[in-house]
């Protein structure tokens, strides 16, 4: 058995990569991550913990563009480390004129704390922030059990 230890990178296609670079410069950089590679049709940032990269689409990708509720993607979500984090990330989609799918909102079927904003890229690709107090329990019991040398599950 292998242990993932994490999500390394995310890529994704967009119809134009100016545009999607822009986008992704400003929303990123809020969230405090760095443009580190820029090379081709390629674009990534980076906040050291997780790297979200963007690519041009061909030609043929371009006339298929995401439809909401097909095969594929479906959303991505960015982990914010508190409720007020995600309020000061929908105020910052506000004034870019990003289109929110759904403001800042409790989600308590999805566990204890779920706050999240959900919102469009310029490819209506879904993105999410989120904060989860639950998750955040969960890692304090793994961390304390870990020290105390008892290893395992949260």
Request: hydrophobic share 45%.
């Given at each position: 058995?292998?242990?993932?230890?994490?999500?390394?990178?995310?890529?994704?296609?967009?119809?134009?990569?100016?545009?999607?670079?822009?986008?992704?410069?400003?929303?990123?950089?809020?969230?405090?991550?760095?443009?580190?590679?820029?090379?081709?049709?390629?674009?990534?940032?980076?906040?050291?913990?997780t790297m979200?990269?963007?690519?041009?689409?061909?030609?043929?990708?371009?006339?298929?563009?995401?439809?909401?509720?097909?095969?594929?993607?479906?959303?991505?979500?960015?982990?914010?480390?508190?409720?007020?984090?995600?309020?000061?990330?929908?105020?910052?989609?506000?004034?870019?004129d990003?289109?929110?799918?759904?403001?800042?909102?409790?989600?308590?079927?999805?566990?204890?704390?779920y706050?999240?904003?959900?919102?469009?890229?310029?490819?209506?690709?879904?993105?999410?922030?989120?904060?989860f107090?639950?998750?955040?329990?969960?890692?304090?019991?793994?961390?304390?059990?870990?020290?105390?040398?008892?290893?395992?599950?949260?």
């Amino acid at each position: 058995m292998v242990r993932v230890v994490g999500i390394d990178h995310l890529a994704i296609r967009v119809t134009d990569l100016a545009r999607s670079r822009r986008f992704y410069d400003s929303l990123l950089g809020f969230m405090g991550f760095v443009r580190e590679w820029e090379f081709g049709g390629v674009v990534g940032w980076n906040n050291w913990e997780t790297m979200f990269w963007i690519t041009q689409a061909d030609a043929e990708g371009i006339k298929h563009p995401h439809v909401t509720g097909g095969i594929g993607y479906h959303h991505y979500a960015f982990e914010l480390g508190a409720r007020e984090e995600v309020d000061a990330l929908y105020d910052f989609l506000l004034a870019h004129d990003v289109e929110i799918v759904d403001p800042p909102a409790a989600y308590p079927s999805y566990g204890e704390g779920y706050y999240a904003v959900f919102f469009l890229d310029p490819d209506g690709l879904k993105l999410e922030a989120m904060h989860f107090v639950e998750k955040e329990k969960r890692r304090a019991r793994l961390k304390a059990a870990r020290e105390n040398g008892a290893g395992g599950g949260a």
